[in-house]
């Protein structure tokens, strides 16, 4: 006589199989909740990211002019308080024309020393192209260390074609960032 055979629910391996894929599906949604959650998460951190990027393209593309206060480092502020035209000196002649003195102040309210130096600066014409220093000139401002709660003065001068307007740039020497400020500068 032939065995009966039992229907496949009753075998003890459909029920470890069953039991095996209801513990994956139940398993897949808390996965899916927590998957909704983490690209919620992204999304939100992403639109943020975007958001401050674009601030700082905002901030890094501002054009400054003489007069205004920009943070060039944890709390040293610079200023360009003039830019004017002047002599050249007897013996060291201006190759492009005119020397163009830039008035500076960096004050710093940080709490650590801060360098700045003249090689930070450079200048350019509204044609993109880029002059030399002019060192020629009376107290010609080279470098310093600035200790915090101090300020300093100072003189950059440039060999420079007679035009409306310059821009001169603030690239930081010792900075991770790549950092540049943009002044507009108009001779007096």
Same mark, same amino acid.
């Given at each position: 006589?032939?065995?009966?055979? /039992?229907?496949? *629910?009753?075998?003890? !391996?459909? !029920?470890?199989?069953?039991?095996?894929?209801?513990?994956?599906?139940?398993?897949?949604?808390?996965?899916?909740?927590?998957?909704? #959650?983490?690209?919620?998460?992204?999304?939100?951190?992403?639109?943020?990211?975007?958001?401050?990027?674009?601030?700082?393209?905002?901030?890094? #593309?501002?054009?400054?002019?003489?007069?205004?206060?920009?943070?060039?480092?944890?709390?040293?502020?610079?200023?360009?308080?003039? +830019?004017?035209?002047? #002599?050249? /000196?007897? *013996?060291?002649? +201006?190759?492009?024309?005119?020397?163009?003195?830039?008035?500076?102040?960096?004050? #710093?309210?940080?709490? $650590?020393?801060?360098?700045? @130096? +003249?090689?930070?600066?450079?200048?350019?014409?509204?044609? @993109?192209?880029?002059? $030399?220093?002019?060192?020629?000139?009376?107290?010609?401002?080279?470098?310093?260390?600035?200790? +915090?709660? /101090?300020?300093?003065?100072?003189?950059? *001068?440039?060999?420079?074609?007679?035009?409306?307007?310059?821009?001169?740039?603030?690239?930081?020497?010792?900075?991770?960032?790549?950092?540049?400020?943009?002044?507009?500068?108009?001779?007096?």
């Amino acid at each position: 006589m032939a065995e009966k055979k /039992k229907p496949i *629910y009753k075998r003890w !391996w459909f !029920w470890v199989i069953a039991v095996i894929i209801v513990a994956g599906v139940a398993g897949s949604f808390e996965d899916g909740d927590e998957s909704e #959650n983490q690209a919620t998460k992204s999304t939100k951190e992403a639109v943020a990211s975007v958001d401050e990027s674009a601030d700082d393209a905002e901030e890094e #593309n501002k054009v400054n002019t003489v007069g205004d206060a920009v943070e060039i480092d944890d709390g040293a502020m610079l200023t360009l308080t003039s +830019a004017k035209y002047t #002599n050249a /000196k007897e *013996y060291v002649p +201006a190759e492009n024309g005119k020397v163009l003195a830039i008035e500076f102040e960096l004050v #710093n309210n940080g709490d $650590d020393r801060v360098y700045f @130096g +003249a090689e930070e600066l450079s200048i350019s014409t509204p044609d @993109g192209t880029q002059y $030399d220093k002019y060192f020629g000139g009376d107290n010609v401002f080279i470098n310093e260390n600035v200790n +915090a709660g /101090k300020k300093i003065t100072g003189v950059v *001068y440039f060999d420079v074609p007679e035009t409306e307007t310059y821009e001169i740039i603030y690239t930081p020497n010792f900075s991770l960032d790549n950092k540049t400020i943009s002044f507009e500068v108009s001779p007096e």
